[in-house]
């Protein structure tokens, strides 16, 4: 099934028409801390543009700024067309927003949540129900459309979170975490149904803990760290810039793990990134012949090895590289 999602008050973004999200110079402090300090974006209608950074990097800082929910202290930008600061009621109207945690009333059905926000839009009550019925088929949930929302599971509600904030379809979507808590399934219903939305016109701005889902959805990446946006490219540049050399090696004892690290690191002069849940470590060598020498010293200081290999970066460990620090999972508390 791929039903349409766009109702007809998505605004026109034809062609001739100024990038979805153009902003310059944002910049936001609480008190000492300067949560984003200069970050400069474009996103031209119709992509997924994804942030990724460590926890605390200024992500959800930035988005809320674009969102007219956070002034910023300086800079400018446009969304849509619409003047953040000057127009922020044009703004609004042209945007949706979803955040990392479901805001929906479990008493109620999914149907109920859907008509409920359709009515506080505007909707006349025939419309509501039609809107919440296309919606609920749209994304996958018809079958539980009767059943009340505390008894959905973690990727349903998300679903149909993203589902409310589409009553009226807007240009742009921020997408706060949107697979944050779910099982490997459901993030596959959630990219299967951005993907749709991005198919169908609506620009995508999403910020994600999950590197995979960055390398898997978005058009472009835009990496900060300490509130400053550190590198952007696709998924290949990144990857390409970061360096084609990377020695992976897995261990057979969960013991050896920081032995390993520390030797991998001395020999190849470069930080070893650490996968603890497959004991899986990952270093930069620049050239094959140093990844050999690597693997050989692990296997004379008695490290038994799974598995080794030479090849491409993961986006994982590009992240690695630029910031020097694993994704972080839990999510954002202020930034």
């Known amino acids: ?28 402090s609480f008190g000492a801390l300067k949560a984003v300090d200069g970050i400069d974006l474009e996103v031209p209608v119709g992509q997924i543009f994804a942030i990724l950074g460590p926890n605390g990097a200024g992500k959800t800082t930035l988005m809320r700024m674009l969102a007219t929910l956070t002034t910023p202290d300086a800079g400018t930008a446009t969304v849509m067309g619409h003047d953040l600061l000057a127009e922020p009621q044009s703004v609004r109207a042209s945007i949706a927003m979803t955040g990392q945690f479901a805001s929906l009333d479990e008493d109620l059905t999914g149907r109920e949540n859907l008509i409920l926000v359709a009515r506080l839009w505007g909707f006349s009550r025939r419309d509501a129900r039609a809107r919440a019925d296309h919606l609920m088929a749209a994304f996958e949930l018809t079958d539980a459309a009767n059943r009340q929302v505390k008894d959905y599971s973690g990727g349903m509600r998300r679903r149909l979170d993203i589902g409310a904030s589409l009553i009226v379809t807007p240009g742009v979507l921020f997408l706060d975490e949107p697979t944050t808590g779910l099982d490997p399934s459901a993030r596959q219903r959630v990219w299967r149904m951005i993907r749709r939305l991005a198919r169908s016109g609506v620009t ?19 990496v900060i760290n300490h509130g400053r946006k550190i590198a952007e490219g696709t998924s290949r540049e990144l990857k390409a810039a970061t360096g084609s050399g990377f020695l992976h090696v897995t261990l057979a004892d969960p013991a050896q793990i920081e032995a390993a690290s520390a030797l ?13 849940e497959d004991m899986r470590l990952s270093v930069k060598a620049a050239t094959a012949a140093s990844a050999s020498d690597g693997v050989a010293a692990l296997v004379a200081a008695g490290v038994e090895l799974s598995d080794f290999s030479m090849g491409s970066p993961s986006l994982e460990e590009v992240f690695f590289s630029l910031t020097g620090q694993m994704e972080e999972t839990a999510p954002e508390d202020v930034a």
């Open 1 to 28: 099934m791929d039903q349409p999602i766009i109702a007809d008050r998505r605004p026109d973004a034809g062609n001739g028409e100024p990038p979805a999200v153009l902003a310059r110079g944002m910049t936001k």
């Open 204 to 222: 995508i701005l999403l910020t994600t803990q999950y590197l995979e889902e960055a390398d898997q959805l978005a058009a472009r990446i835009a």
């Open 264 to 276: 991998l690191e001395q020999r190849l002069e470069a930080p070893v990134q650490h996968n603890a």
